[in-house]
């Protein structure tokens, strides 16, 4: 996989990525990996692609809160991998993470996604 080279004056993208379980989120920081379901692969090369950085926030579903957040490090390729157990995941790609850290919903109430009726982010 090819590193992303600097792009400048291009946008930022945020996604939020949801996980099933803690144990993926255990396995992305300690490999540095990350898959998704094809249905996300799309968006997620597309926003590699077109812009400067792309940053994952992580939250495992029913938590309550998030579990840090990384930079993709890598578009998505074809190779996949049997860490998470799951037929249903795409390729991997990199992520470099930032913070590995517990954060409540209730600290980012503030936050409000424009793109997504303007509710909370979580």
């Given at each position: 996989?090819?590193?992303?080279?600097?792009?400048?004056?291009?946008?930022?993208?945020y996604?939020?990525?949801k996980?099933?379980?803690?144990?993926?989120?255990?396995?992305?920081?300690?490999?540095?990996?990350?898959?998704?379901?094809?249905?996300?692969?799309?968006?997620?090369n597309?926003?590699?692609?077109?812009?400067?950085v792309?940053?994952?926030?992580?939250s495992?579903?029913?938590?309550g809160?998030?579990?840090?957040?990384?930079?993709?490090?890598?578009?998505?390729?074809?190779?996949?991998?049997?860490?998470?157990?799951s037929?249903?995941?795409?390729?991997?790609f990199?992520?470099?993470?930032?913070?590995?850290?517990?954060?409540?919903f209730?600290?980012?109430?503030?936050?409000?996604?424009?793109w997504?009726?303007?509710?909370?982010?979580?």
């Open positions: 996989c090819k590193s992303p080279s600097p792009r400048q004056n291009m946008p930022v993208r996604f939020i990525m996980s099933s379980n803690l144990q993926n989120i255990d396995i992305s920081q300690q490999k540095g990996i990350w898959s998704t379901t094809p249905s996300n692969e799309r968006k997620l597309g926003a590699f692609w077109e812009s400067s792309v940053y994952l926030i992580f495992v579903q029913g938590s809160c998030f579990q840090g957040f990384a930079r993709m490090g890598s578009a998505i390729g074809c190779e996949k991998s049997q860490d998470w157990g037929a249903d995941f795409g390729g991997v990199k992520v470099d993470w930032i913070r590995k850290e517990i954060i409540p209730q600290f980012a109430h503030h936050l409000l996604n424009p997504n009726d303007s509710k909370k982010v979580q």
